[in-house]
């Protein structure tokens, strides 16, 4: 037997779940409601309230990977090192939001962030002021990092991992202090899983919904929100795609820039 | 020419890996411009010798000493001594020019020009490039520099992690294995280049290999090491000559090592007859281990010779031909340039220097002799 016949499960999946969709959404974005061809929708998704939220929907997803970058490199770098080796159950805590659903950890977050949350019951407790923290932007921002923050540790801890001791040695050799070290071997040779990590972090952050809405308290439309109200609330299923397809494109755009700048593809490819 | 001073010692060395010892009370020194040599099987504790001087592991016990100072503490960055590693772990994200400029780019202005008072960017750019590029003229590699360091073969390869070593001008060069993953003929051609430059940059050498030919051929001394502790210490021809223990002669060289008995001086009685040999100071009657190379059997005429044999085996090597002969109820190894077929009977002589007597080794091996 073929081979490839084992993909063929694998294959007709695609086609349901991935390419139909996909096609679906290309070909509404292209029809007004009558089913007739047309543009307009498309022009829309340029229209300034639109642009607003695309603007938003980016800058919050920008800070979220540039946060999840600074606290993820150090994290992931410890768990690398070899004194913390002996500590994986702390691995396992990194790694336990993941396989939790992420509107679950989303709603934990509320009822810790709520005006009259656990941390507010600590606030107050304490004799403060009560902190107004849900349906802030710092709240919404909270939320991404929390959620996105292991898809960034674990490619850096891989790219960490699968270093060659003996190139840390050599450096050291030939005279690198511990952080001329990190500077001019470490972090170079670890980019690739930087570059993992933002990926993996800002596709997602940049379409959030659900935790804008539940930690933003509907305050902070993102992308993500739009398009899911054009085809739950307002039954636009024709402009719905056309942000959708709208929002594909930058992203394969920006994949495409990352893509540019990092030099090892073939490395980064088996970290994830 | 190797300098009668004291370079490194090493006192009393002990190292252990958890329940494992792998070094047990190694005491060596090694002088100032000597290629030193540490040969051994794998798992003897050649590396972790190696890795001890150049700062990469701590011993348990004992002192390192430097050039009259106590290493202990001092990292490998602050250490005079520079290493090739065994699969070279270049700088993969670097070409040629920087993996070999890495080490200059991390020193003061003061130190790459002591002469020059607060030189400017461009000289010490200079200065940079005079020193690479010197150092891959001597590795033959200057075509190269601004190649990726993942384009180059293994050989390419093994001469930019030599060249990166070499450029701090370290006063010790460490070698680990460095021509381990070289086929034959490059390897053969490497250690020459190498004890060609090691000569021509007048600096210490100490190279581990478990492979005795390269061992012989580059070493002003080779230190046997086997389980953890030194067997013997002296140069290519000594060690070849006069191995002092049976695990030595098996190590370098092809041997016949025949469980003898010491009869008194210049008297052994090994495979049922009494030979002549040149040892003394042996007690009466002592159980020893008597060595005798392949090449030392001189295959005679059946009435001539001390024992009569047949021939079972014959291989050609190339030079010599390697014969087993059944002889005394012992297999004889015997190298000889002229051919006698399987099934002949052949006498076997050996001349009584060529016998060499050595004390049954206990397990770990005899300690060291002292240097001559």
Redesign the interface.
């Known amino acids: 037997m073929k081979r490839s016949f084992f993909s063929g499960p694998y294959a007709l999946w695609m086609i349901m779940f991935t390419i139909f969709p996909i096609v679906f959404v290309a070909l509404y974005a292209f029809q007004d409601n009558t089913g007739a061809f047309t543009i307009d929708n498309i022009a829309r998704c340029f229209e300034g309230t639109y642009m607003k939220v695309l603007w938003r929907s980016v800058k919050l997803a920008l800070e979220c990977t540039a946060l999840c970058v600074l606290l993820g490199y150090p994290c992931a770098y410890f768990l690398a090192s070899k004194d913390f080796s002996k500590y994986k159950t702390l691995f396992v805590l990194i790694l336990l939001p993941m396989w939790m659903n992420f509107l679950l950890r989303t709603y934990a977050s509320m009822s810790l962030l709520e005006r009259n949350g656990i941390i507010n019951a600590i606030v107050t407790g304490l004799g403060f002021e009560r902190w107004n923290m849900i349906g802030t932007e710092g709240a919404v921002l909270y939320g991404m990092v929390y959620n996105y923050l292991p898809f960034m540790v674990l490619p850096i801890h891989t790219s960490l991992k699968k270093m060659?001791q003996?190139?840390i040695?050599?450096?050291?050799?030939?005279?690198?202090?511990p952080a001329?070290v990190f500077l001019?071997?470490t972090l170079?040779?670890s980019?690739s899983g930087v570059i993992s990590g933002i990926t993996m972090v800002f596709m997602p952050s940049v379409t959030t919904f659900a935790i804008s809405k539940l930690l933003g308290s509907g305050n902070f439309m993102l992308m993500g929100d739009v398009i899911e109200n054009q085809y739950m609330v307002a039954n636009d299923w024709s402009f719905g795609s056309s942000l959708s397809l709208f929002m594909t494109v930058l992203i394969l755009i920006s994949i495409g820039l990352l893509n540019r700048l990092d030099?090892?593809k073939s490395e980064r490819s088996d970290n994830w | 020419m190797v300098e009668d001073t004291k370079l490194i010692e090493l006192k009393g060395i002990c190292k252990s890996f958890g329940d494992t010892q792998v070094l047990r009370n190694i005491d060596l020194y090694i002088r100032r411009r000597e290629f030193v040599t540490l040969l051994g099987p794998s798992g003897c504790g050649k590396t972790t010798m190696l890795r001890i001087i150049g700062g990469f592991e701590t011993a348990d016990e004992g002192e390192l000493i430097f050039d009259g100072k106590d290493m202990s503490g001092v990292p490998p960055y602050k250490r005079r001594v520079n290493t090739v590693f065994q699969k070279y772990a270049l700088f993969t994200h670097m070409n040629v020019y920087d993996n070999v400029a890495f080490g200059l780019k991390l020193k003061k202005p003061e130190e790459l020009l002591p002469g020059t008072a607060n030189p400017s960017r461009r000289q010490i750019k200079e200065e940079i490039d005079r020193r690479v590029m010197r150092l891959l003229r001597l590795v033959k590699m200057e075509a190269y520099a601004k190649r990726s360091v993942d384009a180059l073969s293994g050989g390419q390869q093994q001469r930019i992690a030599i060249a990166r070593a070499l450029v701090n001008e370290p006063e010790v060069l460490l070698l680990d294995e460095p021509l381990g993953a070289l086929d034959l003929k490059l390897r053969r051609e490497m250690q020459l280049e190498l004890k060609s430059m090691q000569q021509q940059l007048g600096i210490t050498f100490i190279y581990v290999t478990h492979d005795q030919e390269e061992a012989l051929t580059m070493s002003d001394t080779i230190v046997v090491m086997n389980n953890g502790c030194i067997q013997q210490i002296g140069d290519g021809k000594r060690i070849y000559d006069e191995p002092r223990n049976a695990f030595v002669a098996n190590f370098i060289g092809d041997s016949n090592i025949l469980d003898a008995v010491m009869l008194k001086d210049f008297e052994v009685q090994a495979a049922g007859r009494v030979f002549e040999c040149v040892d003394e100071g042996f007690e009466e009657n002592e159980p020893v281990d008597m060595v005798v190379r392949p090449e030392d059997i001189m295959l005679v005429g059946t009435d001539v010779g001390m024992l009569v044999g047949e021939v079972q085996s014959v291989l050609f090597k190339g030079v010599h031909y390697e014969m087993f002969v059944e002889a005394a109820g012992i297999r004889w190894k015997v190298h000889s340039t002229t051919m006698f077929p399987v099934g002949s009977r052949v006498g076997l002589s050996v001349v009584p220097s060529n016998i060499h007597i050595m004390h049954k080794m206990d397990r770990d091996g005899a300690k060291a002799e002292a240097r001559a």
Not at chain 1, 169 to 177: C, R, S
């Open positions: 060659d003996r190139v040695e050599a450096a050291q050799d030939l005279g690198a202090n001329r001019k071997v170079p040779l980019m030099a090892n």
